[in-house]
């Protein structure tokens, strides 16, 4: 498999007023193209921070990000926003659409960069990324007149418009019920098995976990575990060598990294 996402050492660190925040502290791992990955923690343990860099929406304060054999270190603003077009879709929590623009226009606006194509063309891959979501129906429906599993879709096909690698989304189902969301995760697998894009969300809800391949666990900014999913049993191999003994957490079965290829903790 090729790697899609390499982490080396990566740390991220904000200044708030006096104050440092270490957001992510000597983060490692890699990811394989083709992958459904999690990224699951609490409030506050760096996944938003993460998901930023791997979409070069942010950059790291020391450690290698590489993202589909680039490595983005030192890149000029232009060079990082010109390599997440061909790259990165992203999708947002709250879907950030475009409230006056119909779904359709909505999942074109990102194509209108590409200046290399035609009207025709812009709207034929809108029309395509629309129908692999389900919505064609209601392409000419305004964000007010769809209901949130539909925008969470538009969104989604938004991301797909463009062809990306990578599909990033941050706490996809955060705004929806527990079976709309479920649908949404659904929606993502299929489309991962059918165009082998790589997904990657994060998560702090334990139930949308299954929905992924592979985990990478985050607490305080750490890495601790990485995960792969088995035979519907998930194998973890804690980063620290240190068995999760929480009572009654699935998540017990303890396994070498080796043993969870696709999301790899590198090669010391
Ligand atoms: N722009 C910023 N300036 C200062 N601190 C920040 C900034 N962005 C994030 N942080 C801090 O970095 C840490 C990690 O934040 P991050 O948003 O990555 O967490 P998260 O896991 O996505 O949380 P949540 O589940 O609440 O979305 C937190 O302590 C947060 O307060
Ligand atoms: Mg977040």
Redesign the pocket.
Same mark, same amino acid.
Not at 21 to 24: I, Q
């Given at each position: 498999m090729t790697e899609i996402v390499r982490l080396e050492n990566v740390s991220?660190e904000? *200044?708030?007023g006096e104050h440092r925040?270490? *957001?992510?502290k000597n983060v490692s791992f890699s990811v394989d193209a083709g992958v459904v990955l999690a990224?699951a %923690?609490? =409030?506050? =343990? %760096?996944?938003?921070?993460?998901?930023?860099l791997i979409g070069l929406i942010d950059v790291a304060t020391s450690g290698r990000v590489v993202v589909d054999g680039h490595d983005i270190s030192g890149r000029t603003p232009d060079e990082l926003a010109e390599m997440r077009r061909r790259t990165i879709g992203f999708i947002f929590?709250t879907f950030n659409l475009f409230p006056v623009l119909t779904a359709k226009e909505n999942v074109e606006f990102p194509l209108l960069q590409r200046h290399a194509l035609t009207k025709q063309e812009r709207s034929r891959r809108a029309s395509v990324a629309l129908e692999a979501v389900g919505l064609t129906a209601v392409a000419r429906h305004r964000p007010n007149q769809l209901s949130g599993g539909q925008r969470q879709r538009v969104a989604i096909a938004r991301a797909l418009a463009c062809g990306p690698k990578i599909v990033l989304a941050?706490?996809p189902t955060a705004n929806l019920d527990h079976k709309t969301g479920e649908g949404i995760l659904e929606l993502m697998k299929e489309i991962n098995r059918k165009l082998h894009t790589t997904f990657v969300f =994060?998560t702090?809800d334990q139930k949308v976990l299954d929905f992924a391949d592979h985990y990478v666990g985050?607490e305080d900014?750490e890495l601790r575990f990485l995960g792969l999913r088995k035979d519907n049993q998930w194998l973890i191999s804690d980063d620290r060598r240190r068995a999760d003994r929480r009572k009654g957490d699935r998540r017990r079965t303890v396994r070498s990294a080796d043993e969870a290829p696709g999301v790899r903790a590198p090669e010391q």
């Open positions: 991220k904000y *200044a708030l925040v270490h *957001a992510l990224i %923690g609490p =409030s506050g =343990s %760096g996944k938003s921070t993460l998901l930023n929590q941050d706490e =994060s702090h985050m900014g």
